[in-house]
């Protein structure tokens, strides 16, 4: 691999791996979402800084230039990671809707018992489309 | 990381409030002995609402006039105009969501109500006018007999119902006849939301089985598969008065898309029979 692209390819993947920790202490990302991100850095890490390793890499997958490993194997970690943020984004919005129903139900809930409790017990009848 | 089912949320929260907090004012709860010993089930009509401060008023006049009697829930999906209040003037139930967040998740909120306050009967239409009120009692009766858990108003079994865009009128024959194929019976109105749903099919409905976008002919191969007997039943149609139907621009192209890729998984997963 020539050298330059080495160098800049160790320097953002230590970034990478350096950036994710930071965020993790101040809090700003989770333990759980920082692993992917961390396999990917340290991955691609290791194949920046081994010789052995992406030459065995490039072997295995049969590249002929060490650049293309490396943009396969980020290209394929970054897929990786997209498509478990979407079923975690569909999870969560699964989510987000069953509350938003619970909120709605439970809302109309304490109005009922709000008008049930400030109403005077003379004006307690319903009209006919509001009668459950 | 675990959703919070419907089940843990009714385990959780109290009793049904309109018929257990306050008891002295639910008289429809207790029976005298001049009354007869069956009760008449206990009915809901749900209407899905969205920016229809228009329309609705209409619809619930039309509804307390042809169905009087039967409790009306709107819910209202985050509304910018003012159609909470205009139900409230017409002294419906009404449930705010507080966002906007699509058809079918308002209209399976209703469904969680109805199952929350032991309602046996849901009728469900929609809130632009486009369906008959005086239609609400032929559904209602279909429901009630043996052998049928959900019936769908169709409007091209009755001569009465408006024409349909060619390019609508084709996904329906489409979908229609993919639904018939393989729930083995006629579909003609795979899209119709005028529909009687009874007991288990309206626990089915509050499940996670249900859609959360637009529940269409997948949804019909779905109950049919679980074991749910479906029926359908002439209804007059109307013109939407003022709107484009929810499948207009772009999202015809991703309501085809999503229809094929979802009956296509339905039919691949596996459902207990009822």
Redesign the interface.
Known sequence: MPPRIQIISILICVFLVAYVFELVRRKHLSEEYSMGWLITGTSMLILSVSDDAIKWVSGLVGATLFTSTLFFFGLLFLMVICLHFSIRIS??T??V?????????????KK??EK?IHQPPWQ?G??????? | ?K????QT?KSQ?SPP??SA??PE?DT?ETLSPQEPLTKPPKT?IIIPAYNEEKNIGAV?EG??KQS??????V?DDGSSDNTEKVVRQ??????????N?GYG?AL??GF??AV??DFSIVVQMDSDGQHDPANIKDLIEEVQKENCDVVIGSRFLSKDSYKTSLARHAGMILFGAIASLFCKQKVSDPTSGFQALKERAIQFIASDNYP?DYPDADFIILMNRCGFKIKEIPVTMHASPDKESMHHGHKTVYYVFKMFLSIFVTLLRKYPKR
Do not use: C, W
Not at chain 1, 126 to 132: G, Y
Not at chain 2, 3 to 6: C, E, F, V
């Open positions: 999870a969560l699964k989510q809707r069953t509350l938003t129903q619970h909120v709605g139900i439970l809302d109309h809930e009922v018992l049930k307690a319903t009209s006919s489309l509001e009668q459950i | 990381m959703t919070l089912s419907y949320f929260t409030i309109e907090v306050i004012d429809a809901l619930l509804i307390q009087p009697g039967i409790p009306v829930l819910i017409h002294n419906a139930k009404v449930i705010s969501l507080p966002y967040s998740v399976q909120t969680l109500y929350k306050n959360p």
